[in-house]
């Protein structure tokens, strides 16, 4: 099977986050097809590795999402979702294929030292993320992990082109859900009630006050279900908190709290901010972003990419291990997480054969290194 083919399939049967179960069958089929051995990971994730020459504790770690969105396919190709109300609109299906491509590539060339390990990952779209539930398993252990590498597919970069950020690129993501209990009663009876409408506007406004260049305080719902003479005993809001830094993560959400209990305190209410923690900052290692530009740049088109203040669960490795996520041009048509997004299959061949490249590059290098230390 071509990795089109291999990505068509998926494309056809898409799986939301976590319940990728005819996926991960349709991958472990495949490289038992190949040859390359596998196991389940994540409960519905497949993490096959190839052992090459040399130092095997030495791996480097290829990583693909392979989770879908709850979007109804607008697309009309050959290989639309059969799954009706489930559409792979954010370039996941690529992702797998252009993963699939790499180990085929790897286990017929060979010719490199050290361990690939390709994880397709499950539930990257959904808290707590399957890069989560990855780590938990501790599956690397007794390897050392000397690169972990992840792409995105990017419809506004043209086939052909590479995107790459070193240091701090994608955000933390964390959710918001504010609860303000008061007292409430007749409206026009103020002196009766203790206002929790007045105290969530205020705290709605101290929290936006909170954004700066590098991070975002939103508050996308507020529900006060009072009426003209009415008001609520409680107030309810949620929203998201993104920053590009962990400390400044933690530091934000110290300041929501302390917020939280003086607003409370000035308005005689209380004050519940329950911040879920979402996905850790995308830090991208600057040795592994230099080398993979470098590789890039002498063979496709390279662009250095801006701050984003979306999330991925990638950034759960970037914790870890040393690090690179980077962009795949796709072009096409449509934005990603819309019914109309349709990537260019051409972009699958340039991803191939640049993550086959870097993998084996960032081997040599590694093993250099190596050698130079037992010098
Ligand atoms: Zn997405
Ligand atoms: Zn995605």
Redesign the pocket.
């Known amino acids: 099977m071509t990795p089109v083919e291999f990505r068509r399939h998926l494309h056809a049967y898409p799986e939301l986050s976590f319940g990728e179960e005819q996926t991960a069958r349709f991958i472990a089929e495949q490289l038992t097809a190949l040859g390359i051995e596998h196991r389940s990971i994540a409960r519905t994730g497949v993490l096959a590795r190839i052992v090459g020459g040399g130092d095997t504790r030495r791996a480097v770690v290829l990583r693909a999402d392979i989770d879908a969105?709850p979007i109804h396919e607008a697309v009309d190709v050959t290989w639309r979702s059969r799954n009706e109300g489930v559409m792979h609109?954010?370039?996941?299906d690529v992702h797998a294929a252009v993963l699939f491509g790499v180990l085929k590539r790897l286990k017929e060339e060979g010719g490199f030292d050290g361990t690939v390990f390709g994880l397709f990952q499950p539930g990257?779209?959904c808290v707590p993320g399957g890069a989560s539930l990855v780590l938990a398993e501790k599956p690397f252990e007794g390897y050392d992990v000397i690169a972990m590498i992840g792409e995105h597919v990017e419809p506004r970069l043209e086939v052909g082109t590479f995107g790459f950020r070193a240091g701090k690129y994608m955000a933390s993501n964390d959710e918001l859900h504010i609860t303000v209990h008061g007292k409430g009663g007749h409206a026009a009876m103020r002196e009766q009630i203790k206002d929790p409408v007045t105290a969530a506007a205020d705290m709605t406004l101290q929290l936006t006050a909170m954004n700066s260049a590098d991070s975002v305080v939103s508050i996308g719902r507020f529900i006060a279900d009072g009426a003209t003479n009415v008001i609520p005993d409680t107030v309810a809001m949620q929203g998201t908190m993104r920053t590009f830094d962990e400390s400044l993560r933690e530091q934000i959400k110290r300041n929501i709290h302390e917020a939280a209990a003086a607003t409370g305190t000035k308005y005689g209410v209380t004050i519940d901010a329950d911040i879920r923690r979402g996905y850790p900052c995308v830090v991208n290692n600057p040795q592994l972003t230099a080398t993979a530009r470098t590789l890039a740049a002498g063979n496709y088109r390279t662009v250095e990419l801006p701050l984003r203040t979306?999330a991925e669960d990638f950034g759960f490795y970037c914790s870890v291990y040393p690090s690179l996520f980077y962009r795949l041009g796709t072009g096409g048509t449509g934005a990603?997480?819309t019914p109309l997004f349709n990537p260019d299959e051409r972009a699958i061949g340039y991803g191939i054969e640049f993550m086959n490249k870097l993998t084996r590059t960032i081997l040599e290098n590694g093993k250099e290194k190596r050698e130079d230390n037992i010098r």
């Open positions: 969105l609109a954010c370039g996941h990257e779209e979306t990603t997480h």
